[in-house]
């Protein structure tokens, strides 16, 4: 079995983005509300020194109708996701950018509220992917770095991903901020025989928003 390679690199994506838009709406009145966040990303030429494939973030919207004590309630939301796979094909991190929304002074983003794991853990429940699902995560570190200009805490973990393959050790370090009126999520994967850790939490502190 060849561990070096992640099955399913754009479906982690795809996980992520399904978080980021999934909207509660618990006890907002009815209308129409749109947010669009603004897209964050990594220079080409600090991707390239740490041997990372540049890629430019790509737009996602939803546009969703909610019923809530008996009144309409339609959605609108933009966010962007970036995809920064190793030349190597052994590493990949994820750059999402989601708006800070809030309904009657209600945020209505999940990923304000999530906690690391949690995050992770939904993240995996939203994809219904057959191949490529992570399970036994845990977090095994958590460490201080600057990212546009904040104090963040980034916390890593270990995970077993199935593919047909095989399992495979799998290692994620995920980090959540929010800046100028949207929400940053990174997340790093990685196979733990490969020690990625210190090169995707630099690319983390390089983000730009």
Not at 66 to 95: K, N
Not at 176 to 191: A, C, Q
């Amino acid at each position: 079995m060849d561990t070096g390679a992640i099955p399913g690199d754009t479906s982690l994506g795809r996980l992520l983005v399904a978080v980021a838009l999934v909207v509660v709406l618990a006890g907002c009145a009815g209308g129409s509300y749109s947010y669009a966040a603004e897209p964050a990303s990594i220079d080409g030429d600090v991707l390239s020194d740490a041997g990372y494939e540049h890629a430019e973030p790509e737009a996602n919207e939803i546009d969703e109708q909610f019923e809530i004590g008996g009144e309409g309630v339609e959605i609108e939301l933009r966010s962007w996701v970036a995809g920064y796979e190793r030349s190597a094909g052994d590493g990949l991190l994820l750059v999402v950018s989601t708006p800070d929304a809030t309904v009657a002074g209600q945020s209505v983003n999940p990923l304000a509220r999530l906690s690391g794991s949690e995050l992770i853990t939904r993240a995996l429940e939203a994809s219904g992917e057959g191949d490529g699902e992570v399970r036994d995560v845990e977090e095994v570190a958590v460490e201080e770095r600057t990212i546009l200009g904040q104090e963040t805490t980034v916390r890593s973990y270990e995970g077993v991903l199935e593919t047909d393959e095989g399992d495979v050790p799998i290692a994620f370090h995920l980090a959540t901020l929010e800046h100028d009126e949207d929400v940053i999520v990174l997340l790093g994967v990685h196979p733990q025989q490969f020690d990625e850790r210190e090169t995707q939490l630099g690319l983390m502190e390089a983000v730009e928003h």
